[in-house]
């Protein structure tokens, strides 16, 4: 017999379960459901709410007259690093991308391409993965030029899900797109 919140019992809920199926397997099947609802509802509701950069016209003017870029892979955490995604493949795979594209690469440069991987993970399921490659450029504050920092004009971003058997090559192929984007925009507001 299965009760609802204030104790009584729930004929409704009750014809809804097979005879046979012991509740603890059905209650923790649903359990698992809306962990992965409220999990890919987090990952889509995130990403709007969460940048102020992005790749419309008004960003990739912040390109115009860039020459060269210098590249920061973010902090991964410890468990995509288990599965085989560490900062050094990822740094190697973004030079080399960068390189076929046609984008000079310069570790002094002021203005840097950041890499920005955020994991989520639900027991030994598949990883829930945010990858976003964003533009810093220093900047001056309008009310005070001695403040001088470094922000972010442009972004793209990607989001996938992938198994452990799988992350390094779906994170390598994200990353690929995300550079080639980059150089779309690039190349767009800094012809040859």
């Known amino acids: ?48 709410f969460t940048h102020a950069a992005g790749d419309a016209p008004i960003d990739r003017t912040t390109l115009k007259g860039l020459k060269a870029v210098g590249v920061v892979i973010d902090v991964i955490d410890p468990e995509v690093e288990k599965a085989g995604v560490t900062r050094d493949l990822m740094l190697t795979r973004l030079l080399s991308r960068l390189s076929s594209d046609r984008i000079k690469v310069d ?10 991987i955020t994991a989520v993970r639900s027991g030994r399921g598949p990883f829930a993965l945010s990858m976003t490659v964003g533009l810093y450029q220093p900047v001056l504050l309008s ?25 390094i090559t ?8 995300l550079i080639d984007r980059f150089a779309r925009a690039f190349h767009a507001t800094n012809p040859e």
């Open 170 to 177: 779906a994170c390598s192929e994200s990353a690929d797109d």
């Open 143 to 167: 009310r005070n030029h001695d403040l001088r920092t470094s922000t972010q004009t442009w972004e793209v971003e990607s989001v996938l899900l992938a198994d452990s058997k799988i992350l």
């Open 1 to 48: 017999m299965i009760v609802n919140g204030a104790g009584t019992p729930s004929p409704r809920l009750d014809a809804l379960l097979p005879a046979a199926a012991p509740f603890g397997a059905f209650g923790s099947t649903i359990q698992i459901y809306m962990d992965r609802r409220i999990l890919l509802l987090a990952l889509a509701l995130v990403p709007p």
């Open 107 to 116: 570790p002094g440069a002021m203005e840097f391409l950041g890499l920005r």
